[in-house]
């Protein structure tokens, strides 16, 4: 079972709407797990770029409020921090796409300057502990401003003892997830993804 949030959107609704929307919306799906047919032992969370930090942001949350125990989180090329001078945004800037300055101009339409430096559930990497969160599969782009955060992430998740599997594409740019019919790896990509699904939630 899939479901997918509509949730609101900066600029005309900045952080944390987005983030509170996927939030709400995982608490009615633990709450309305019979009606949906849904084993409320066996939920995940998952998203790419903008909704990989959400996913984040949400797996946090409910490893915070004890909301669910979580089976796992899947971050697809995750943007999880406003550090621009890592070694993909200053290596990928410009050339492949995604560019360093568009990932700026989002940032700051999602944040408006209204957001804490450290709030975990904007910037997730910074998190004060990374303790007792659910099993991470990370799936990273060679070439995308966003791969360093991919590395960053999984090595906090590990050090604080989170299992996490990271698997960069080689040749991709950011976005190549849904380049079904463009590119094999997409595909390959998916069934990864599909695969260390079902063997963190059989």
């Known amino acids: 079972t899939i479901i997918s949030v509509n949730y609101q959107k900066s600029p005309e609704h900045p952080f944390p709407k987005p983030s509170d929307d996927c939030y709400e919306t995982l608490k009615w799906v633990v709450d309305h797990a019979d009606q949906l047919g849904v084993d409320p032992t066996k939920i995940g969370v998952g998203g790419d770029s903008a909704g990989a ?3 984040a942001a949400v797996a946090l949350k409910a490893r915070d409020e004890k909301l669910v125990e979580l089976r796992f989180q899947m971050l697809i090329y995750p943007c999880l921090d406003t550090d621009f001078q890592t070694d993909s945004y200053l290596k990928y800037a410009e050339g492949f796409g995604l560019t360093t300055k568009a990932m700026q101009w989002f940032w700051e339409n999602y944040l408006q300057d209204k957001t804490p430096e450290h709030n975990p559930y904007a910037r997730p990497i910074k998190a004060k502990g990374h303790q007792n969160l659910a099993p991470a599969i ?10 360093s955060d991919s590395y960053k992430y999984a090595e906090q998740l590990k050090d604080s003892g989170v299992s996490v599997v990271l698997k960069e594409y080689p040749g991709m740019i950011h976005g190549f997830f849904t380049l079904i019919g463009v590119t094999q ?14 063997e963190l939630t059989l």
């Open 138 to 147: 990370i799936v990273a782009a060679e070439y995308d401003p966003l791969t």
């Open 185 to 198: 790896k997409a595909n390959d990509a998916i069934d990864y993804c599909s695969a260390k699904i079902v």
């Open 53 to 55: 930090n959400l996913a």
